[in-house]
């Protein structure tokens, strides 16, 4: 369902990488790997279509996802390194206004237990300017409980997370494979996601190698 | 026909346009030389005197051409930059970044050409007509491009930007100019207007025109200067540059 | 679309309630710039009466740059930005909402305070109407145009100089036709015909502009 062939991320002057090529299909989690530096960050927003390749092509379900663009975006869930919540809102608030701009529906009983669920109960009230760091992530990752979207591009998902939250959300991602979504996922610790299979991709170095396990 | 389509592409990398304008660039010159010094001859030699205005308006010759050129600048470096925009090609950008300077330098000559003609005649170094009000404000918009594009670093950023401001910029300037002429006659306390120009003789027209020709020769002549030293510098990691710049061979008389 | 203008709307709006020391700050400022005319230029009221209309208008112009980079560097900030920009939606929509919102938090109030800044340059009951209503009409296409300016200089070194730069050339029509009205209605020549064009520019600054700005903000996201 996502392919992408022949990609290459100029930073600045230097090259990044080059042809950096996959494939993707429903149930697998693409593990993008390398250094710090190494281009990991870029390789995911050019998947997402904000950041335009030097030279390649990412295709969804065998369109272009330049061509593709609100078509690509309905069946896409990014996660960055910000947490992409408003620090005046409330983790409730910040829920309810993110489903809304992604269209999708969420009443505020199911946004509760879903904060519940990432162990902010009895804060979702509580502006996010007042939570932690680790808190804060949990309120941006409490969009994966309810999210229906195909494709889950994270970047770095467990940072700053203890280990019960960062099994919580492995169990998110596995779950979401199992339903046959897919995932591309970078981050420096390891962490075994409980159902569907992994391909790894490395950059950096020379040329970019794909393995599956 | 493909022969073709494949020529005009291969003129938009910058290591095949670069030679091409290193060898156009004397041309250009030596016709702005030519028209100029027809232009200026007619201009301060042939054209009759002024029976108003005595000879301090063959200041015109300059004021004028300086006005058309800085907004046929602005019209040509906001097609550059569109395309480059639309077609994602790089030289367009370039094109574009490299004739924005002397489009600003044209309206900043147009503006202090016009407080020349004006203070022997009305008496003050500045009024504010209809024309020179908006040759201001097209000096503003030039000097934000300008701007804009040193603010940011990344080249490729900084076309798509520029780009998009020009274009914004070419959609605002009829109602700009719309707009400065209504308040302006509106507000007639200023009625001295250095557009009254004297009625034009045949030989005055075309001492402009020729004028106007030098000007637009000379601008071609320094944005295709200016382009290469553009093209250099971004593309200095490229392996076609780093083999200029090594002093390998004749092209290193072309460029200053 | 409805439904997603009234999203972001709304988001914006709670968000601009939660943070009122900007927006009273910015009227502050509106208050001091046309304070500070009368101080520079002296008490005369016939002076100054004929002076309202474009000091009112000069200082809206700034008052609302002031507000201008506030539109989109919170939430690039943050990284709600680029969740906008991945939305399913058109993004010049989105960029339209937050038009809508700044114009409601930033312009509105200098509708509301501007005819009782005008009582102190002695105009008139019909000249501070036609005040009120230019701007009522004008500053949407203030906060339209200045999107414009706020993408394209967002994350840009001397943001806020430089988008006063860009942004101010453009907003000269507006300020033409605005204080043009109140002008008209001194003189008795009727407003009609200003406020028209003034209208047209909010349509086009407000309708148009947001088209650009995506661009431009699309751009900022690489």
């Given at each position: 369902m996502l392919e992408a062939s022949n990609l290459e991320c100029v930073r600045g002057e230097r090259?990044?990488?080059?042809g950096v090529g996959f494939r993707l299909d429903g149930g697998e989690m693409l593990y993008v790997q390398g250094k710090n530096g190494s281009g990991k960050t870029s390789l995911l927003r050019m998947l997402c279509a904000l950041t335009p390749a030097a030279s390649g092509e990412i295709r969804w379900r065998g369109g272009p996802i330049g061509k593709l663009g609100e078509e690509f975006r309905s069946e896409l869930c990014y996660l960055g390194h910000?947490?992409?919540?408003?620090?005046?809102?409330?983790p409730l608030e910040n829920l309810l206004s993110s489903a809304r701009l992604a269209q999708e529906a969420l009443d505020e009983d199911a946004a509760l237990d879903a904060l519940a669920l990432v162990g902010l109960r009895g804060r979702e009230?509580?502006?996010?300017?007042?939570?932690?760091q680790g808190q804060k992530r949990r309120a941006a990752l409490?969009?994966?409980?309810n999210e229906k979207r195909a494709l889950w591009v994270l970047d770095e998902?467990?940072?700053?997370?203890?280990p019960v939250a960062v099994e919580l959300v492995a169990g998110l991602i596995g779950a979401h494979l199992q339903a046959g979504g897919l995932a591309v996922l970078t981050t420096h610790q390891a962490v075994t996601v409980p159902a569907g299979a992994v391909r790894e991709l490395w950059l950096g170095d020379s040329d970019a190698t794909q393995r599956s396990q | 026909m493909t022969d073709r389509v494949i020529n005009w592409y291969k003129y938009a990398s910058p290591q095949t346009f670069y030679p091409l304008a290193g060898k156009l660039i004397p041309w250009f010159w030596a016709l702005a030389a030519l028209f100029g010094i027809a232009g200026l001859a007619i201009g301060f030699l042939i054209a009759p005197t002024d029976?108003?205005?005595?000879?301090?308006?063959?200041i015109i010759f300059l004021h004028v051409p300086a006005s058309w050129l800085s907004m046929f600048i602005y019209l040509v470096m906001a097609f550059w930059a569109g395309i480059g925009l639309a077609f994602n090609i790089r030289l367009s950008g370039m094109m574009a970044s490299a004739l924005a300077p002397t489009g600003a330098l044209f309206a900043f000559l147009s503006l202090w050409t016009g407080a020349l003609w004006g203070k022997p005649m009305?008496?003050?170094?500045?009024v504010w007509d209809a024309r020179l009000t908006s040759e201001l404000i097209l000096l503003f918009l030039y000097i934000g491009f300008i701007a804009l594009q040193a603010a940011i670093d990344d080249p490729r950023r900084a076309d798509k930007a520029g780009a998009i401001l020009a274009l914004v910029g070419v959609v605002n300037i009829p109602i700009i100019y719309f707009s400065v002429k209504w308040w302006n006659t509106l507000h007639q306390?200023?009625?001295?207007?250095?557009?009254?120009?004297?009625?034009?003789?045949a030989m005055m027209l075309w001492g402009m025109l020729l004028c106007a020709l030098a000007c637009w020769m000379y601008s071609i002549a320094i944005a295709l200067m200016r382009v290469r030293t553009i093209m250099l510098e971004r593309e200095r990691h490229t392996d076609w540059v780093r083999e200029l710049l090594s002093g390998n061979g004749h092209d290193m008389s072309r460029h200053s | 679309m409805l439904i997603l203008l009234r999203a972001v709307i709304g988001r914006d709006l709670r968000l601009a309630m939660r943070r009122q020391a900007d927006i009273v700050a910015a009227m502050f400022f509106f208050i001091i710039v046309v304070s500070l005319f009368p101080l520079g230029v002296g008490p005369e009221p016939d002076q100054l009466r004929r002076m309202a209309p474009g000091v009112l208008w000069v200082a809206a112009l700034l008052a609302t740059m002031l507000s201008l980079p506030r539109l989109f560097a919170d939430d690039h900030r943050d990284g709600t930005l680029e969740q906008l920009a991945l939305a399913p939606q058109p993004l010049g929509v989105i960029v339209l909402g937050k038009v809508i919102a700044h114009w409601l938090v930033a312009g509105l109030p200098l509708v509301v305070l501007a005819p009782v800044l005008g009582i102190q340059f002695d105009l008139s009951r019909d000249a501070l109407l036609v005040l009120t209503v230019s701007l009522l009409v004008g500053t949407p296409a203030l906060s339209g145009i200045g999107a414009i300016g706020a993408a394209l200089t967002l994350?840009?070194?001397?943001?806020g100089v430089l988008l006063s730069l860009l942004v101010l050339p453009l907003y000269i029509p507006v300020l033409i036709f605005g204080a043009g009205a109140v002008d008209a209605t001194l003189s008795g020549l009727g407003p009609q015909a200003h406020l028209s064009l003034l209208g047209a520019l909010a349509l086009g600054g407000v309708f148009f502009a947001p088209w650009p700005t995506a661009a431009a903000l699309r751009v900022a996201l690489e």
């Open positions: 090259s990044l990488f080059a910000q947490n992409a919540i408003k620090e005046e809102l409330t009230d509580l502006a996010c300017r007042y939570l932690s409490a969009r994966l409980v998902p467990y940072v700053a997370l203890d | 029976a108003q205005q005595g000879e301090g308006y063959r009305w008496g003050t170094w500045w306390g200023a009625s001295v207007s250095l557009t009254k120009a004297p009625s034009m003789a | 994350g840009v070194r001397g943001g």
